[in-house]
């Protein structure tokens, strides 16, 4: 008998957490939309933009760190604000890179039970606690994408910033992937294995991405982009007027 009581007890309590999780569902709107109108509000106001991508693990002696600083730096010099998770590791690199450069340093910091502490050469912040809200952060004000070597959390935003592009959710702009001899073995299977085995994509979508090795390289590449895009577009006016 005292067996089957603590059984019900027990069925209780989870009844009653699953009941408040209900309820608490519906609050958690406001948290949500609190955090998009503070990143609406904070970064409408930055001008251009690049978002750098990046392991937090990465130490500033490795030469991905100092790389991912000087194209920041590099990018800072153009005009471009330089937008990361805030984070150490390639995160820091880049808002140091920018901030060397005199440039604007965003940090989108997230909320995390280990790794993730703001790095100190950020000069504006935002603390987000949800993934997805500061991911549309990182995709609604930023010109192009760096990506530096990283794990699970970088490979999430190469890819959610792939698919928006092939799939026409948002206007393409440079993605470029730095690091041949980190992402090679991600290359040829996406070429060899998705694109010709499998054809699970089309040829024309890896011109998405470009791959690079030089700080120069990464500017090179985003200032192509916006060249030929604003040719195309005068090209377009010209044929309505």
């Known amino acids: 008998m005292a ?27 406001f948290r949500i939309m609190a955090e998009f109108v503070e990143g609406f509000d904070s970064l409408s106001k930055i001008g251009d933009a690049v978002t750098i991508f990046g392991s937090a ?4 002696a490795h030469k991905h760190y100092q790389m991912a600083e000087k194209t920041a730096y590099l990018l800072s010099k153009e005009g471009y604000a330089i937008i990361t998770g805030g984070g150490p590791g390639i995160m ?12 604007l340093s965003v940090g989108l910091n997230i909320e995390l039970p280990f790794e993730q502490k703001p790095n100190p050469y950020i000069n504006k912040m935002i603390n987000f606690h949800y993934f997805f809200c500061r991911k549309v952060m990182f995709l609604k004000y930023a ?10 959390g970088t490979f999430d ?4 910033s792939l698919t928006l592009i092939q799939t026409k959710r948002i206007p393409g702009f440079p993605v470029v992937f730095f690091g041949s001899d980190y992402w090679a073995g ?13 054809k699970y994509i089309n040829e024309e979508d890896l011109d998405i991405f470009k791959v690079v090795d030089k700080p120069e390289d990464v500017v090179k590449v985003i200032k192509d982009f916006y060249k030929k895009k604003r040719i195309v577009m005068n090209e377009v006016v010209a044929i309505d007027e």
């Open 92 to 103: 820091e690199a880049g808002n140091k890179g920018a901030g060397r450069a005199g440039g």
């Open 57 to 60: 693990r990465t130490p500033a």
């Open 3 to 29: 067996k089957k009581k603590i059984v019900k007890m027990n069925r209780r309590r989870e009844d009653r957490y699953v009941s408040d999780l209900y309820m608490e569902d519906p609050w958690r709107v």
């Open 157 to 160: 935003e190469l890819f959610e």
């Open 143 to 152: 010109k192009a994408f760096v990506i530096f070597p990283g794990g699970f």
């Open 186 to 198: 991600l290359m040829a299977w996406i070429k060899q294995t998705v694109l010709v085995k499998e």
